[in-house]
Protein backbone atom coordinates (compact mmCIF):
# COMPACT_ATOMS: atom_id res chain seq x y z
CA UNK A 1 0.00 0.00 0.00
CA UNK A 2 0.99 3.54 -0.70
CA UNK A 3 0.14 5.58 2.14
CA UNK A 4 2.89 6.12 4.36
CA UNK A 5 4.62 8.98 6.54
CA UNK A 6 7.69 10.50 5.97
CA UNK A 7 9.54 8.90 8.72
CA UNK A 8 11.41 12.34 8.87
CA UNK A 9 7.92 13.89 9.79
CA UNK A 10 7.00 11.79 12.49
CA UNK A 11 10.59 11.92 14.08
CA UNK A 12 10.19 15.62 13.86
CA UNK A 13 6.53 15.91 15.01
CA UNK A 14 7.52 13.54 17.90
CA UNK A 15 10.68 15.77 19.04
CA UNK A 16 8.13 18.77 18.87
CA UNK A 17 5.25 17.18 21.13
CA UNK A 18 8.20 15.64 23.82
CA UNK A 19 8.76 19.66 23.85
CA UNK A 20 5.50 20.32 24.37
CA UNK A 21 4.38 17.39 26.81
CA UNK A 22 7.26 19.12 29.76
CA UNK A 23 4.59 21.83 29.75
CA UNK A 24 1.58 20.02 30.78
CA UNK A 25 -0.71 18.15 33.38
CA UNK A 26 -2.99 16.06 30.82
CA UNK A 27 -3.12 15.28 27.33
CA UNK A 28 -6.31 15.24 25.32
CA UNK A 29 -5.85 12.88 22.84
CA UNK A 30 -8.92 13.49 19.67
CA UNK A 31 -9.83 10.37 18.02
CA UNK A 32 -12.66 9.80 15.33
CA UNK A 33 -15.49 8.39 17.71
CA UNK A 34 -16.34 6.26 14.50
CA UNK A 35 -13.25 4.56 14.36
CA UNK A 36 -11.41 4.95 17.50
CA UNK A 37 -8.76 3.07 16.87
CA UNK A 38 -7.82 3.27 13.30
CA UNK A 39 -7.56 7.14 13.84
CA UNK A 40 -4.96 6.92 16.70
CA UNK A 41 -1.06 6.63 15.97
CA UNK A 42 0.20 3.43 17.13
CA UNK A 43 3.34 5.22 18.77
CA UNK A 44 0.79 7.12 20.85
CA UNK A 45 1.27 5.43 24.33
CA UNK A 46 4.86 5.40 23.35
CA UNK A 47 4.79 8.97 22.80
CA UNK A 48 2.65 10.14 26.27
CA UNK A 49 4.15 7.96 28.36
CA UNK A 50 2.59 8.23 31.34
CA UNK A 51 1.43 11.75 31.58
CA UNK A 52 -2.36 11.06 32.65
CA UNK A 53 -4.62 11.34 29.46
CA UNK A 54 -7.97 11.51 28.27
CA UNK A 55 -9.55 10.06 25.19
CA UNK A 56 -12.17 12.45 23.45
CA UNK A 57 -14.24 10.42 21.38
CA UNK A 58 -15.31 13.69 18.92
CA UNK A 59 -17.52 13.62 15.89
CA UNK A 60 -19.76 11.59 18.20
CA UNK A 61 -22.74 12.99 16.31
CA UNK A 62 -21.77 11.03 13.00
CA UNK A 63 -20.90 7.58 15.04
CA UNK A 64 -23.46 4.70 16.01
CA UNK A 65 -24.30 5.87 19.36
CA UNK A 66 -24.64 1.78 20.59
CA UNK A 67 -20.77 1.39 19.49
CA UNK A 68 -19.60 4.34 21.16
CA UNK A 69 -21.07 2.67 24.06
CA UNK A 70 -18.99 -0.27 23.43
CA UNK A 71 -15.74 2.12 22.69
CA UNK A 72 -16.66 3.68 26.19
CA UNK A 73 -16.59 0.55 28.12
CA UNK A 74 -13.39 -0.98 25.69
CA UNK A 75 -11.58 2.28 26.87
CA UNK A 76 -12.56 1.85 30.80
CA UNK A 77 -11.13 -1.42 30.79
CA UNK A 78 -8.19 -0.33 29.91
CA UNK A 79 -8.37 2.40 32.50
CA UNK A 80 -8.47 5.00 29.87
CA UNK A 81 -11.04 7.82 30.86
CA UNK A 82 -13.12 8.66 27.98
CA UNK A 83 -15.16 11.54 26.59
CA UNK A 84 -17.86 11.85 24.17
CA UNK A 85 -17.89 15.11 22.25
CA UNK A 86 -19.55 17.08 19.50
CA UNK A 87 -16.68 20.14 18.66
CA UNK A 88 -19.40 21.35 16.27
CA UNK A 89 -21.75 22.14 18.45
CA UNK A 90 -20.08 21.78 21.54
CA UNK A 91 -21.76 18.77 23.38
CA UNK A 92 -20.13 17.04 25.64
CA UNK A 93 -17.54 19.93 25.94
CA UNK A 94 -18.45 20.72 29.76
CA UNK A 95 -17.27 17.00 31.02
CA UNK A 96 -13.86 18.00 29.74
CA UNK A 97 -12.54 19.80 32.15
CA UNK A 98 -14.28 17.81 35.40
CA UNK A 99 -12.45 14.70 33.84
CA UNK A 100 -8.93 16.47 33.90
CA UNK A 101 -8.81 17.76 37.00
CA UNK A 102 -9.68 14.49 38.52
CA UNK A 103 -6.84 12.87 36.12
CA UNK A 104 -4.49 15.11 37.90
CA UNK A 105 -5.86 15.36 41.68
CA UNK A 106 -3.27 13.50 43.09
CA UNK A 107 -0.32 15.38 41.13
CA UNK A 108 -2.42 18.77 42.93
CA UNK A 109 -2.90 17.24 45.88
CA UNK A 110 0.59 16.91 46.27
CA UNK A 111 1.58 19.95 44.85
CA UNK A 112 -1.02 21.81 47.69
CA UNK A 113 0.75 19.78 50.27
CA UNK A 114 3.92 21.53 49.71
CA UNK A 115 2.89 24.77 49.70
CA UNK A 116 2.75 25.27 45.79
CA UNK A 117 -0.54 27.56 45.14
CA UNK A 118 -3.38 25.92 43.02
CA UNK A 119 -3.25 26.31 39.32
CA UNK A 120 -5.49 25.68 36.24
CA UNK A 121 -4.80 22.45 34.68
CA UNK A 122 -2.59 22.62 31.72
CA UNK A 123 -3.80 20.60 28.72
CA UNK A 124 -2.39 19.58 25.73
CA UNK A 125 -4.85 18.52 22.51
CA UNK A 126 -2.75 15.62 20.24
CA UNK A 127 -4.84 13.96 17.12
CA UNK A 128 -4.18 13.00 13.95
CA UNK A 129 -5.40 15.35 10.75
CA UNK A 130 -8.81 16.46 10.35
CA UNK A 131 -9.87 14.60 13.69
CA UNK A 132 -11.59 18.44 14.67
CA UNK A 133 -8.11 19.69 16.43
CA UNK A 134 -8.64 23.27 15.66
CA UNK A 135 -13.06 23.18 15.40
CA UNK A 136 -12.56 21.71 19.07
CA UNK A 137 -9.84 24.80 20.32
CA UNK A 138 -12.03 27.13 18.63
CA UNK A 139 -15.33 25.88 20.69
CA UNK A 140 -13.25 25.60 23.69
CA UNK A 141 -11.67 29.15 23.55
CA UNK A 142 -15.09 30.59 22.42
CA UNK A 143 -13.26 32.23 19.54
CA UNK A 144 -11.82 31.62 16.56
CA UNK A 145 -8.05 30.39 16.70
CA UNK A 146 -6.23 30.42 13.45
CA UNK A 147 -5.81 26.81 12.00
CA UNK A 148 -2.55 26.17 12.18
CA UNK A 149 -2.02 24.13 8.84
CA UNK A 150 -1.41 20.26 9.57
CA UNK A 151 2.69 20.23 9.42
CA UNK A 152 4.77 19.42 11.79
CA UNK A 153 7.68 21.56 10.99
CA UNK A 154 5.70 24.84 11.68
CA UNK A 155 7.53 26.91 14.61
CA UNK A 156 5.12 29.16 16.50
CA UNK A 157 4.86 31.01 19.60
CA UNK A 158 2.96 28.93 22.43
CA UNK A 159 -0.03 30.40 23.82
CA UNK A 160 -2.03 29.25 26.76
CA UNK A 161 -5.72 29.55 25.97
CA UNK A 162 -8.46 30.07 29.04
CA UNK A 163 -11.10 27.65 29.31
CA UNK A 164 -12.74 28.61 32.31
CA UNK A 165 -11.15 29.03 35.54
CA UNK A 166 -9.76 25.63 35.90
CA UNK A 167 -8.38 24.71 31.98
CA UNK A 168 -5.61 26.03 30.43
CA UNK A 169 -4.93 24.69 26.61
CA UNK A 170 -1.83 25.02 24.38
CA UNK A 171 -3.41 26.79 21.56
CA UNK A 172 -1.30 24.61 18.95
CA UNK A 173 -2.19 21.25 18.78
CA UNK A 174 0.45 17.86 18.58
CA UNK A 175 0.04 16.69 15.30
CA UNK A 176 0.17 12.94 14.43
CA UNK A 177 0.30 11.06 11.60
CA UNK A 178 -2.26 8.25 11.25
CA UNK A 179 -0.18 5.22 10.71
CA UNK A 180 -0.90 1.96 9.15
CA UNK A 181 0.22 -0.91 7.56
CA UNK A 182 -3.17 -3.25 7.05
CA UNK A 183 -5.41 -2.04 4.30
CA UNK A 184 -8.66 -2.30 6.10
CA UNK A 185 -7.25 0.29 8.56
CA UNK A 186 -6.47 2.73 5.48
CA UNK A 187 -9.80 2.05 4.12
CA UNK A 188 -11.63 3.06 7.58
CA UNK A 189 -9.84 6.45 7.35
CA UNK A 190 -10.20 6.62 3.96
CA UNK A 191 -14.19 6.09 4.51
CA UNK A 192 -14.51 9.01 7.54
CA UNK A 193 -12.44 11.17 5.09
CA UNK A 194 -9.14 11.55 7.57
CA UNK A 195 -7.04 10.87 4.44
CA UNK A 196 -7.29 11.87 0.83
CA UNK A 197 -9.43 10.38 -1.44
CA UNK A 198 -6.38 10.64 -4.15
CA UNK A 199 -4.32 8.43 -1.77
CA UNK A 200 -6.52 5.18 -2.34
CA UNK A 201 -8.80 4.16 -5.22
CA UNK A 202 -12.14 6.04 -4.82
CA UNK A 203 -14.05 2.51 -5.84
CA UNK A 204 -12.29 0.61 -3.85
CA UNK A 205 -12.92 2.98 -0.42
CA UNK A 206 -16.65 2.70 -1.34
CA UNK A 207 -16.37 -0.77 -2.13
CA UNK A 208 -15.21 -1.81 1.58
CA UNK A 209 -17.88 1.14 2.60
CA UNK A 210 -20.40 -1.71 0.88
CA UNK A 211 -18.64 -4.93 2.45
CA UNK A 212 -18.73 -3.39 6.15
CA UNK A 213 -22.14 -1.95 5.56
CA UNK A 214 -23.52 -4.76 4.31
CA UNK A 215 -23.04 -6.84 7.48
CA UNK A 216 -22.80 -4.26 10.19
CA UNK A 217 -26.07 -2.11 8.79
CA UNK A 218 -27.95 -3.74 6.15
CA UNK A 219 -31.23 -2.06 6.68
CA UNK A 220 -29.72 1.76 6.24
CA UNK A 221 -28.55 0.63 2.86
CA UNK A 222 -31.77 -1.43 1.75
CA UNK A 223 -33.57 1.81 3.08
CA UNK A 224 -31.41 4.34 1.37
CA UNK A 225 -31.24 2.69 -1.85
CA UNK A 226 -34.67 0.93 -2.23
CA UNK A 227 -33.13 -2.62 -2.47
CA UNK A 228 -34.65 -5.63 -2.07
CA UNK A 229 -31.95 -7.09 0.27
CA UNK A 230 -28.51 -7.12 0.59
CA UNK A 231 -27.71 -10.40 0.54
CA UNK A 232 -25.66 -10.75 -2.56
CA UNK A 233 -22.24 -10.17 -2.65
CA UNK A 234 -20.40 -6.64 -2.38
CA UNK A 235 -20.09 -6.11 -5.70
CA UNK A 236 -23.15 -7.27 -6.78
CA UNK A 237 -24.65 -4.78 -4.22
CA UNK A 238 -22.59 -1.80 -5.09
CA UNK A 239 -23.81 -2.66 -8.46
CA UNK A 240 -27.37 -2.76 -8.08
CA UNK A 241 -26.80 0.71 -6.12
CA UNK A 242 -25.47 2.20 -9.15
CA UNK A 243 -28.17 0.99 -10.88
CA UNK A 244 -30.53 2.27 -8.72
CA UNK A 245 -28.85 5.83 -9.02
CA UNK A 246 -28.62 5.98 -12.43
CA UNK A 247 -24.93 5.42 -12.36
CA UNK A 248 -24.68 4.22 -15.88
CA UNK A 249 -22.24 4.62 -18.93
CA UNK A 250 -23.52 4.71 -22.47
CA UNK A 251 -24.49 0.94 -23.24
CA UNK A 252 -25.70 0.00 -19.79
CA UNK A 253 -22.82 -0.62 -18.33
CA UNK A 254 -22.03 0.43 -14.37
CA UNK A 255 -20.54 3.71 -13.62
CA UNK A 256 -18.35 2.64 -10.83
CA UNK A 257 -16.80 5.80 -10.05
CA UNK A 258 -19.81 8.07 -10.55
CA UNK A 259 -21.47 4.91 -7.95
CA UNK A 260 -18.66 5.10 -5.61
CA UNK A 261 -18.88 9.22 -5.35
CA UNK A 262 -22.39 8.96 -4.20
CA UNK A 263 -21.86 6.58 -1.61
CA UNK A 264 -19.16 8.27 0.09
CA UNK A 265 -21.16 11.59 -0.47
CA UNK A 266 -24.05 9.57 1.05
CA UNK A 267 -21.86 8.21 3.99
CA UNK A 268 -20.31 11.36 4.81
CA UNK A 269 -23.23 13.71 4.77
CA UNK A 270 -24.94 11.52 7.19
CA UNK A 271 -27.55 9.90 4.62
CA UNK A 272 -27.74 6.80 6.29
CA UNK A 273 -27.49 8.20 9.39
CA UNK A 274 -24.86 8.36 11.88
CA UNK A 275 -22.32 5.17 11.17
CA UNK A 276 -19.09 3.55 13.12
CA UNK A 277 -16.58 1.83 10.66
CA UNK A 278 -15.33 -0.33 13.51
CA UNK A 279 -16.19 -2.18 16.60
CA UNK A 280 -14.34 -3.28 19.39
CA UNK A 281 -14.98 -6.94 18.35
CA UNK A 282 -13.48 -6.27 15.25
CA UNK A 283 -9.79 -6.50 17.02
P1 LIG B 1 -8.04 19.25 12.52
O1 LIG B 1 -7.76 20.58 13.15
O2 LIG B 1 -7.86 18.11 13.47
O3 LIG B 1 -7.30 19.02 11.26
O4 LIG B 1 -9.59 19.19 12.13
P2 LIG B 1 -10.65 20.38 11.94
O5 LIG B 1 -10.94 21.02 13.24
O6 LIG B 1 -10.22 21.24 10.81
O7 LIG B 1 -11.94 19.54 11.53
C1 LIG B 1 -12.02 18.77 10.34
C2 LIG B 1 -13.46 18.68 9.89
O8 LIG B 1 -14.21 17.96 10.87
C3 LIG B 1 -14.15 20.02 9.74
O9 LIG B 1 -15.10 19.88 8.68
C4 LIG B 1 -14.93 20.15 11.04
O10 LIG B 1 -16.04 21.01 10.95
C5 LIG B 1 -15.36 18.72 11.26
N1 LIG B 1 -15.63 18.41 12.67
C6 LIG B 1 -14.81 18.59 13.73
N2 LIG B 1 -15.39 18.13 14.85
C7 LIG B 1 -16.60 17.65 14.51
C8 LIG B 1 -17.67 17.02 15.25
O11 LIG B 1 -17.61 16.78 16.47
N3 LIG B 1 -18.77 16.65 14.51
C9 LIG B 1 -18.86 16.84 13.18
N4 LIG B 1 -19.96 16.44 12.55
N5 LIG B 1 -17.87 17.43 12.47
C10 LIG B 1 -16.76 17.83 13.12
P3 LIG B 1 -14.85 20.51 7.26
O12 LIG B 1 -15.79 19.84 6.35
O13 LIG B 1 -13.39 20.46 6.94
O14 LIG B 1 -15.21 21.98 7.47
P4 LIG B 1 -16.66 22.63 7.74
O15 LIG B 1 -17.66 21.79 7.03
O16 LIG B 1 -16.89 22.62 9.21
O17 LIG B 1 -16.52 23.99 7.19
Same mark, same amino acid.
Given at each position: MQIQWFPGHMAKARRQITEKLKMIDVVFELVDARIPLSSRNPMIDDIVGNKPRLVLLNKSDMADPAVTKQWQDYFAEKDIRTVTVNSKTG? $????ISEVARDLVKEKFDKMIEKGVKPRAVRALILGIPNVGKSTLINRLANKKIAKTGDRPGITQRQQWIKVGKELELLDTPGILWPKFEDQTTGYRLAVTG?? @?????DFGDIAFFAIQYMKEAYPDRLIERYKL?????PPLEVFEEIGKKRGC?? @? $? $????YEKAAEIILRDIRSEKLGPLSFERPSDF
Open positions: Q $GLNRAI @KDEILEDVSALL @K $G $GEID
